[in-house]
């Protein structure tokens, strides 16, 4: 028999017997599984139905040695959204696999039964449907990880943005409590904040406070250096609060030059110069 030949006995056997190699699948699957509600075992059990069919139908083509080939397209689309769907629900690359590799026992089981009495037939039927369906898993790991690798990064970005914020302190004064380390991604973020609060604000005075910041070095100086000039392109001026001792030495050290810029030891002190520069005065009751 040629290559030809053993794919359309392996697609009339799957079409023959969906029904039962499907029933086998799933009860097999939900044995593996070991967390899931009603709902998501429902929802296996349409993903196998789903695929069974998508695969029985693309197995007439008589590619089954290329899963790239266009009539496993839908077999490909089918995978990649169930492996998305896992790996939004938080299942692992293995249980997400499994769904593909647990085919193999009971197709074996029916292949054996159709090429009864035959042991090449048997042997070559088991090696291309092997083959065809470790390729497949393989394919649902790659989506998968795909899938986690756009989270994190959407995570990441997710998280810049909350430890970042914005607070106005009064009418055209803004503050920006900075805690971490800033790199390029991050000083772009704060950048990007600042810029667009004073835009909302029509503030005049940015705060930048660094007490949060454990070290600076002259990367970090030059990313607030540009913040700064960004800022003031917008017609608002910063002042840095924060410069603890040791951070001051670092900067002179550094010979980063801050001269044209105000800075203060605290939060408080340089909210008290930006309420000067607005005009504002505090008084104390008695």
């Not at 986690?148 to 409590?177: C, H």
């Not at 667009?196 to 005049?204: F, L, R, Y």
């Not at 030891?265 to 505090?282: H, Q, S, W």
Request: charged share 20%; hydrophobic share 45%; net charge negative.
């Amino acid at each position: 028999m040629t290559t030809k030949d053993y794919a359309a006995r392996i697609s009339q056997l799957i079409q023959e017997h969906q029904a039962d190699i499907g029933a086998e699948w799933i009860a097999q699957l939900e044995a593996l599984t070991v967390r899931g509600t009603s709902s998501s075992k429902e929802q296996l059990r349409n993903h196998c139905q789903q695929f069974l069919a998508t695969f029985a139908s693309a197995s007439r083509s008589g590619e089954l040695d290329n899963i790239e080939h266009r009539s496993w397209d839908e077999v490909r689309d089918l995978l990649a959204e169930i492996s998305s769907t896992r790996a939004k629900a938080g299942s692992t690359p293995s249980e997400t696999a499994t769904f593909v590799f647990s085919l193999k026992q009971p197709l074996f089981g029916r292949l054996r039964q159709g090429f009864d009495g035959d042991n090449e037939g048997v042997a070559a039927a088991s090696w291309t449907i092997n083959t065809l369906l470790d390729k497949l898993g393989l394919y649902t790991i790659e989506v998968f990880q795909k899938t986690k690798d756009q989270i994190i990064v959407r995570q990441q970005q997710e998280l810049l943005e909350l430890s970042t914020p914005v607070v106005k302190l009064w009418n055209g004064i803004l503050a920006l409590p900075l805690i971490g380390t800033l790199d390029s991604a991050r000083t772009q973020v704060v950048m990007e904040n600042i810029l667009q609060k004073i835009v909302d604000t029509g503030a005049i005075i940015a705060i930048i406070d660094i007490t949060g910041v454990p070290t600076v070095d002259t990367l970090v100086a030059q990313h607030l250096m540009k913040t700064i000039a960004a800022a003031r392109l917008m017609g608002a001026d910063c002042i840095i609060s924060g410069i603890r001792p040791q951070i001051a030495q670092t900067i002179v050290h550094l010979g980063v030059n801050l001269e044209d810029v105000i800075t203060k030891a605290t939060l408080a002190d340089a909210f008290l110069v930006a309420l000067e520069r607005t005009g504002t005065a505090v008084v104390q009751k008695a």
